[in-house]
């Protein structure tokens, strides 16, 4: 039944979602949510000194403000670029879904921040395709890049997704790459600027060098492993997805492959930017909710027996009531 209200983009969808993430919110910030304040980058660091004298709920408001409308907006990307073979409100639907399905997830977090500008960048990134003027596109693409990087470091690895996206999308030409280094490292000179005039090099080199970056995640320390049900079941799901999505593929045209072998990179990237993690908080593994939602939205709507993918989405609630539940035991 909720499946088929998505995937036909009934109205009662644009209901639906906002009623699901006040609850959501409420829910996990409760739980599992608050305000994130440990090796904060320079930018997030400005957030957090404006919300020093703001009411407890305040981040909290924001951060459904922000997720909500990252929701819509990953849609609204999905449907003008046609990434899938039909229109339908699932990718808003999973993206919502593992948004919020984890406790910890409900947190305001630099990840939230940054993947509002990982949105931006991918509208940009798919609009790049036959562009008869590419420059601007790459110029703003990697400058989101380097914005969201001054939220959260680990998302300089997101340069790579660019990187290769180029090279799907269009022909090489070095002015791309020349523009794209300039886009990425506009922020980290206006950074620098304003450190060096109020003389804080030695903190911003703490941020960039001894508090973020680290050696690759030890697996053996994940604190996913409470998490392990989870884990297991969106990874199945994710599989079978990708499978759907490979029987497909040269089914639909040019630019739509184009665009799908784009979100699967960026999927990688996501996980890539995971070992780049100062701490590996929980919250961190956010960052895969993008690809992770619009890929899995695919294998529902290409589903051909309701029955199962109704299933599988009562799997998915099931897991995700699980997660909560173990907050509170």
Not at 152 to 170: E, G, Q
Not at 276 to 285: D, H, L, N, P, Q
Request: proline share 5%.
């Amino acid at each position: 039944m909720i499946i088929n209200i998505f995937k036909n983009s009934q109205p009662a969808s644009l209901v639906i979602i906002p009623v699901f993430m006040v609850a959501m919110w409420l829910l996990g910030w409760q739980t599992g949510g608050g305000l994130i304040v440990q090796n904060p980058m320079p930018l997030y660091n400005l957030v957090l000194w404006m919300m020093e004298s703001a009411p407890a709920w305040f981040p909290g408001l924001i951060g459904f403000l922000l997720t909500t409308a990252q929701v819509f907006y990953l849609n609204h990307i999905i449907i003008k670029h046609e990434v899938l073979f039909k229109n339908s409100y699932l990718p808003a639907l999973f993206y919502m879904l593992f948004l919020t399905f984890i406790p910890q997830f409900l947190s305001f977090n630099p990840v939230i921040i940054t993947n509002t500008f990982l949105l931006l960048a991918l509208d940009k990134i798919f609009r790049l395709y036959k562009s008869t003027n590419p420059l601007p596109l790459v110029f703003d693409t990697c400058f989101l890049i380097g914005v969201a990087t001054l939220f959260y470091l680990p998302a300089i690895s997101f340069f790579l997704l660019f990187a290769i996206s180029i090279l799907i999308l269009k022909t090489f030409s070095w002015r791309d790459w020349m523009v794209g280094i300039v886009g990425l490292l506009l922020p980290f000179f206006f950074a620098f600027v304003y450190y060096f005039w109020y003389d804080g090099l030695d903190e911003l080199k703490e941020k960039f060098f001894l508090n973020n970056i680290r050696q690759l995640i030890d697996t053996g320390g994940l604190p996913l492993q409470g998490y392990r049900i989870t884990l297991v079941v969106i990874t199945l799901i994710t599989i079978l997805a990708i499978i759907r999505i490979r029987q497909n593929f040269y089914k639909n045209a040019t630019r739509i492959r184009n665009y799908q072998q784009v979100i699967f990179m960026f999927m990688l990237v996501a996980l890539l930017s995971l070992a780049f993690a100062g701490s590996v908080a929980v919250y961190r593994f956010s960052i895969v909710t993008i690809p992770l939602g619009t890929m899995i939205s695919y294998y529902f709507l290409a589903a051909k027996k309701a029955w199962i993918s109704e299933v599988i989405f009562w799997l998915l609630i099931a897991t995700m009531t699980v997660n909560y539940v173990s907050v509170y035991s």
